[in-house]
């Protein structure tokens, strides 16, 4: 059990850039989460994936916002058009069965100048 | 709408007396409640969780209180440790396993 592993730990880009960020959870975990976590606040669900399938979606993620998971291991996140805005810390979650709690990475950090 | 809350931000507590974490929800759908901790430039790690069958759960030094009728609950930490010093979250769900829903977290600093 190596954890939750998140590429790149920092990212800054320009307003209006596109990002991607990668999520490789713990081996044999089947479901996946994306959250958002903004200054001083808590951290807000994004995305799920059981396997490869997107099971449920946020009002948070926009269009610019797409989350992937194409063979059910690794996800990835991209924004497109950065703002200001998305900055933030971006959390990846796993689980093997549903009922456990989730085992977060460390987060990418975005910076959105 | 934040559906879940923690209403102090930051706490203060001397090594080896109780430190008291509470979190206030508002969605009475939620049965499934979780502690976390948060280390700076770390994400959060599980602490313990509580079902709503139950009205207390312990681990340790930590023990979660779960109060229904007040939609309530608090985290005991007991003797506090300096090394407890973290951003604490609460988070609920529906079921246990779907989506959290997370309070704004708060600072414990547990003073030597």
């Known amino acids: 059990d190596t954890g939750v592993s998140q590429n790149p730990r920092h990212k800054i880009t320009k307003r209006g850039q596109n990002v991607t960020f990668r999520c490789d959870p713990i081996s044999e975990h089947n479901r996946l989460y994306w959250y958002r976590q903004t200054l001083g606040q808590g951290p807000e669900f994004l995305t799920y994936?059981?396997?490869?399938?997107?099971?449920?979606k946020s009002r948070l993620l926009s269009d610019r916002f797409s989350a992937e998971r194409p063979k059910g291991s690794f996800s990835t996140l991209e924004i497109q058009r950065t703002e200001q805005g998305d900055s933030a810390m971006y959390l990846c979650?796993?689980?093997?069965?549903?009922?456990?709690?989730?085992?977060f990475g460390n987060g990418t950090r975005l910076t959105v100048t | 709408d934040q559906q879940v809350k923690q209403n102090s931000p930051s706490l203060s507590v001397q090594e080896g007396r109780i430190s008291i974490l509470n979190c206030d929800y508002t969605n009475s759908m939620f049965d499934y409640f979780l502690w976390y901790k948060k280390y700076p430039a770390e994400g959060p790690t599980f602490l313990i969780s509580i079902s709503s069958i139950k009205d207390k759960n312990e681990d340790g030094r930590f023990t979660v209180f779960l109060n229904k009728s007040a939609k309530h609950l608090s985290l005991h930490i007991v003797p506090s440790q300096p090394g407890d010093s973290a951003v604490y979250f609460c988070a609920a769900s529906k079921h246990a396993g779907n989506m959290l829903t997370f309070g704004g977290g708060t600072r414990l600093m547990v003073k030597p």
């Open positions: 979650a796993s689980i093997k069965t549903v009922g456990e709690p989730l085992h």
């Open positions: 994936f059981q396997n490869e399938a997107q099971l449920e």
